[in-house]
């Protein structure tokens, strides 16, 4: 699981990325306009994970950006 905050909602549409064995790969697609975003997947191993904003209606400005290992 995923969770992004946001004080104002700016960001309009944005991926969720994971990097194995340094390749980028998609995890989702979005362009939920909330303050806080929840996003829930099947599990994944990864070294890293990146938020890739594709546009916003002003400066973004993340407060927190978590990933989770939750058992489902």
Do not use: C
């Not at 004080?7 to 990325?17: A, P, S, V």
């Amino acid at each position: 699981m995923i969770t992004i905050y946001e004080e104002n909602q700016r960001i309009t549409k944005y991926r969720l990325e994971y990097s194995v064995n340094g390749v980028w790969k998609t995890l989702l697609n979005s362009t939920d306009t909330g303050r806080v975003k929840i996003h829930r997947f099947n599990r994944v191993w990864a070294d890293k994970v990146r938020i890739v904003i594709e546009s916003y209606k002003d400066t973004p400005s993340i407060n927190e950006f978590a990933v989770y290992d939750e058992r489902r």
